[in-house]
Structures are given as C-alpha cells and as structure tokens.
C-alpha cells in the first residue's frame, strides 16, 4: 500500500513540476493550516448544562437519532480523540460555553468561569491541540421571545452581557493557559420570525450591548473576539438583528474580526466573493466550513464548488495566514464520526486543490488578455492527480489512507460506539 502511494505521488509530483509547482512546498503551507474543529457534531450540539441545570439543550434544529452519540464529557473527548486520528495534520477544537466540565454543578451561564474549563485545558495540553471558544447564547430560558443581545428588556440584555464578558475571560484563559490565541466567536440568534418595525432599535440594542460586553481590552495574544452573521434561522425568516450589514460594519468599526460562514447566506450567493472585499477593510476572517441545502441546514461538508471556489479565493486573494478555518456543521443521521472525517478531509481537499493551482500563470495570460488560455488552464488542472498528493500527504501523517478510514469508523462504532444505550 504504501509503495504504491509514493509511485503515485511521484509521478504526480513530476506533473505538476512541468507547470513549477513543487508539491512538496504545497504540502509544507498545507501542513501550517489547522482546522477548528467544532465540539458540537458529537452529540448534536447538545451540551452538559442539562444534567445539573435540566436546561433544554435543543436549541438548535439536529435532524436524525444515529445511535451511539457522546453523553457526556468523557465520551466527547474520545470521540474527539478518534476524529482528530482520521484527519491529517494539526488541529484545534471550537468549543462551546455550553460544554463547560459541570460535574461540580452547573454556576449559570452568567456565572461560568475559569475553572468550568481547566480539565480542557489540561486534556488540550496532553493532546497537543489549542482550543478556540463560542459564547452560547441559544438553548436558554432567557433568550426570550427570540432576543438577547438586542433584546427591549434590561434585564435580558444585561443577563447575556455577563455570559459574553465571562466567555470573554475563559477565552483569555484558554489562550494563556496553551500558548496559543483563542478565537472568541460570537453568534446570537436575535429575530423575529414576521414583520418586525424597530428594527433599527433591535439594532442599536445589539451595539450597545455589544460595546459593552466588548469594554474589556484582552491582550490580542490571548484571545480575540470574531462577530458572526445570518441571513435567517427558523423562527427569523423576517427579521435578523445581527445581518451580514451589521457585523461588517461594527467589525471594521472596531478593527475586529469578522466570521463569514457558507450556510449563513442566500444559496445564490457566493461566500468566496466576498473574502477579497472583506480583506479591504478588515484584518482577519473566521470562516464557519459548512453546507447549506436551500436553507441554513449546515450539512456535512463535501468537495463541491462552493468549497473549492472558497479555497481557491483564499489562496488568489493571497491571505491564506489571516484566515482561520473552522468547522461548523452537524448530521445526527449518520455515524458521528464519519462526518467529522468526511467534513475535515474534504475542507483539506479543497484547500490542496487550490494550493496546486497554476495562480501565477493564470494571472500572467489574464495580464495580457488571454482569457481563454487562462480558462482552459483552470479547468485542466481540475482533474490533475490531485487524489496521489492528498493520499502521500494523509500516508505522512500516520491517518488512513484513501477509503481506508470507513474501516476504522466502522470498527469503532462496533467496540464503542455501540454500546451506548
């Protein structure tokens, strides 16, 4: 197996060598990219507030009952221990506040700290894997009538002003604690499901509440806060406080990040055009990997043109190390596993392709005019043997080769997986 994965490789790496592309090099910049890799697929974004608050945990909408989902903490951390095995490279996990270690009884999501999250450190720690975080501000009593940050009552707004200072903390921590910058993202779920005439007053809210939340100067080693838009949700179709508008702006308002996810905009939009504008005016970009069908249903990521056209326009727009790559979809039909290694390889895969793209010869026949010969180029470079390099690449990194990771799902769901009643 292995011999016949480094012929291949070799005989890819000459192909590419004629039009001076050094795989070797594309797997060097491929190798500093890590994934952040969301803790929510393993138990369909259920948390571990519910055992020791009985707070209903189903704020988001998980399609399916496959068995043998993650209960609580200690088997999310193997499962997440086997997905990190089957995926090449270096990776990261995306947290959420609501998987904070509760065993010692659940503070409130006003009150959490710190100390909620010292066990994933030190899991981190023996792992070797840096953490990014997510405020949780869905799931909760006190997201009323579909509003927390925006929402018209004081007492709401000041409820979820705390959790988002408090996550603000733990991301300070997290970062410090592991050496490593932790990303702070922040999503709400503000709408209204019809029409909706202070708009502009459910707007101002949210900026209030957000500079307020935001006061507190972090040091940008430790942690940096992202802010995240949607078109719509369910129970939003009308109305979304927090648009693609909104964030934009108070990002560049306030030399913030700004979080760009696939399945947070009208299917007829393309994700990837937006990236070069964005670069205008801020620094960096989040990007949520995911797939949207007709609707923000955030379905396991496959190797389709909207995946490619993203990569690839990272990789033209030449900001590939201000980009941070996360991952954000969830599939409860399925072995859990399997999406994790589906979505993660194939967000690599796309990122391979366009990394052995022939860019600097593109922009050259573009320079003079020759359209056709920089289009005829694109599309022979599509079905390059780009499957040899990602197989030598998975073959260097100690993970199942090809179709060879079915097999290790399989017997894990068999020894694990299924005997979880």
Not at 26 to 37: A, C, E, G, M
Not at 216 to 238: C, N, R, W, Y
Not at 268 to 281: H, I, M, N, Q
């Amino acid at each position: 197996m292995s011999k016949k994965v480094l012929d291949s490789y070799l005989k890819a790496k000459e192909q590419y060598l004629e039009h001076d592309i050094d795989t070797e090099e594309v797997l060097k910049t491929l190798d500093t990219v890590s994934l952040s890799i969301h803790c929510w697929q393993a138990d369909d974004v259920t948390g571990f507030e519910s055992v020791q608050a009985g707070l209903d945990s189903s704020g988001l909408q998980v399609t399916g009952n496959y068995p043998g989902k993650s209960r609580n903490i200690d088997e999310l951390r193997m499962d997440l221990n086997k997905a990190f095995s089957l995926i090449p490279g270096d990776h990261r996990l995306s947290l959420h506040a609501s998987y904070g270690d509760f065993n010692m009884g659940f503070p409130g999501r006003d009150k959490i700290s710190p100390d909620q999250f010292e066990s994933w450190v030190e899991w981190a720690k023996t792992k070797n894997i840096n953490i990014d975080f997510n405020s949780t501000f869905f799931a909760h009593p006190n997201v009323k009538n579909g509003y927390t940050l925006a929402s018209k009552e004081n007492e709401i707004r000041s409820y979820w002003i705390e959790h988002g200072k408090r996550c603000r903390e733990i991301s300070a921590f997290i970062g410090k604690e592991l050496g490593s910058r932790c990303i702070h993202n922040i999503w709400i779920p503000d709408g209204s499901k019809d029409i909706t005439p202070s708009r502009y007053e459910h707007r101002s809210l949210l900026k209030d509440s957000l500079d307020k939340m935001c006061d507190e100067k972090i040091p940008a080693d430790q942690m940096t806060d992202s802010v995240e838009a949607k078109l719509f949700g369910i129970g939003s179709e009308a109305f979304v406080v927090g648009s693609h508008e909104f964030y934009m702006g108070y990002a560049i308002e306030n030399n913030m990040m700004l979080t760009l996810d696939i399945g947070h905009f009208h299917p007829t939009e393309s994700v990837a055009d937006k990236v070069s504008s964005a670069f205008l005016f801020v620094d960096e970009l989040l990007l949520h990997v995911t797939r949207g069908i007709r609707w923000d249903s955030d379905h396991i990521v496959t190797f389709n043109d909207q995946l490619t056209e993203l990569m690839q326009e990272i990789v033209w727009t030449g900001k590939l190390d201000k980009v941070n790559l996360g991952l954000d979809f969830f599939d409860a039909t399925v072995n859990r596993i399997g999406a994790y290694a589906i979505g993660a390889r194939n967000t690599q895969k796309a990122l391979l392709l366009a990394l052995l793209m022939p860019t600097n010869k593109m922009i050259e026949y573009e320079n003079m005019g020759k359209y056709f010969e920089r289009l005829a180029l694109f599309e022979e470079f599509k079905t390059k043997p780009l499957g040899a390099v990602w197989d030598y690449y998975c073959l260097s990194k100690n993970v199942p080769v090809g179709e060879k990771y079915i097999a290790e799902i399989q017997k894990y769901e068999k020894e694990i997986l299924s005997k979880r009643i």
